[in-house]
């Protein structure tokens, strides 16, 4: 079985700053697929950023950028010139490589507040 | 693109009544959709997972004969909560799973998620 962890269950960070949100995860499987999700007060999950396994590049999204390590199963997100509207739970998810569907596994989540 | 809609967004039932929550796929066809259920301020729980013309197959410890799932198409599926009491009460989500194309290579599925239901029953 996978798990994910996310260590800091709150961050806040200023405007325009930089902040970054950790993730580790815990698998056997050597090709799978890592998520950054959020959901702002709306609670609309809402995806951030998708990396897949076997690529060693880290995946980028206009302000949102990962650093992917594959031996150390790390994860983490950062985001850069944070805006008011990053504000919102970030949640990281696992999800392993299947012929078929393949469900997620999601970490507890780390609630971000970018302040003025 | 990969939008998912979810209707009703809030509901409010009498205890022993039933509820329908559906999920569609706007612009997309999804073969597998899940249903979530997330109490505040926690992480989503998966109840179960739908596929379309078959059974749903229901995570341990969630009752399926109380939440009835149905994926009658590639574009809707219907989560219907049976004789539902207080403590159904919760925040529900449902996902679509559509391939992620990059570069013209499709690769493995994404979930997109619904904007949920909020359900209380009382």
């Known amino acids: 079985a996978q798990t994910v962890t996310q260590s800091q269950p709150e961050m806040s960070v200023q405007e325009a700053e930089t902040v970054t949100l950790s993730c580790t995860y815990d698998t056997s499987e050597s090709n799978y697929y890592l998520f950054w999700y959020k959901q702002p007060p709306s609670r609309q999950m809402i995806l951030v950023i998708r990396?897949?396994?076997?690529?060693?590049q880290n995946a980028t999204e206009n302000r949102f950028s990962v650093n992917f390590q594959k031996a150390a199963k790390s994860f983490s997100l950062k985001i850069s010139d944070s805006q008011l509207g990053d504000t919102a739970m970030y949640f990281c998810?696992?999800?392993?490589?299947?012929?078929?569907?393949?469900?997620?596994?999601f970490g507890k989540g780390t609630m971000l507040l970018v302040s003025p | 693109g990969a939008v998912v809609s979810q209707h009703p967004s809030r509901v409010i039932c009498k205890s022993g009544t039933s509820v329908k929550i559906e999920c569609r796929s706007l612009?997309?066809?999804?073969?597998?959709m899940f249903w979530y259920r997330q109490f505040p301020k926690k992480s989503l729980m998966l109840m179960a997972t739908?596929?379309?013309?078959?059974?749903?197959?229901?995570e341990q410890g969630v009752e399926k004969d109380k939440f009835l799932i149905n994926h009658a198409s590639l574009t809707l599926s219907t989560l219907t909560v049976t004789s539902a009491h207080p403590e159904d009460s919760s925040f529900y989500i449902c996902s679509a799973e559509t391939s992620w194309s990059s570069s013209g290579k499709s690769s493995t599925d994404t979930q997109y998620f619904g904007p949920g239901t909020r359900l209380t029953v009382l």
């Open positions: 739908s596929n379309e013309g078959s059974k749903a197959t229901y």
């Open positions: 612009d997309f066809q999804a073969t597998t």
């Open positions: 990396q897949e396994a076997y690529k060693q």
């Open positions: 998810a696992f999800m392993k490589e299947n012929s078929g569907y393949s469900t997620l596994t």
